[in-house]
């Protein structure tokens, strides 16, 4: 296995985790804590997928920065927006600090105050953080197959 070989792998496994993760949160977890308003149950899913959910991400940033700077070497050409590839590193980027924003919000102001009555705020961040997680797949898999460009 070449070096392009393992960080894919692991860049793709690590999606599965940190997309995979969110879809069953938004789909089946939160819809049923929001029915029951039982933050407790949101909280106790959040524990435990936390565990493996940060470090997958952790491991798709770095991965994903080798495997940009393997597709276009050197960090100031990431910027070259006639160079497609760029363009897809740029979104993946962007992608990337809305994600940090969100995650940010929910850790410092609204988990630490969670109660039935602010469930809403907290799905606020979890559904546009699932919706980019999507999004995030979708870019990702456009860099082979050239469909956005
Ligand atoms: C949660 C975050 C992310 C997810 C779920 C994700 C998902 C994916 C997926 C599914 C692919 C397609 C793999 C394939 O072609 O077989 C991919 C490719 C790629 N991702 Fe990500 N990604 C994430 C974050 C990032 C970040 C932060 C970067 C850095 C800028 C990045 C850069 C890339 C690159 C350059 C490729 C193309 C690899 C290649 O085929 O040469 N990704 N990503």
């Known amino acids: 296995m070449n070096s392009f070989a393992v960080a894919l792998t692991f ?9 995979g993760g969110h879809i069953v949160l938004a789909v089946v977890i939160l819809p049923r804590v929001l029915r029951d308003r039982a933050s407790e149950d949101l909280l106790k899913f959040e524990s435990g997928y936390e565990r493996i959910g940060i470090p997958a991400l952790l491991i798709q940033v770095i991965s994903g920065i080798w495997l940009a700077n393997h597709l276009v070497p050197g960090f100031a050409n990431w910027f070259e927006m006639s160079n497609p590839a760029a363009r897809l590193i740029l979104i993946k980027l962007l992608l990337l600090m809305l994600t940090a ?11 630490p105050n969670l109660s039935e009555h602010n469930l809403v705020s907290l799905a606020w961040h979890i559904i546009p953080v699932t919706i980019i997680s999507v999004l995030f797949v979708i870019v990702g898999v456009a860099f082979r197959t050239g469909w956005l460009y």
């Open 11 to 19: 860049h793709v496994l690590a999606a599965t985790i940190w997309t």
């Open 101 to 111: 924003g969100f995650a940010v919000d929910a850790r410092l102001r609204v988990i």
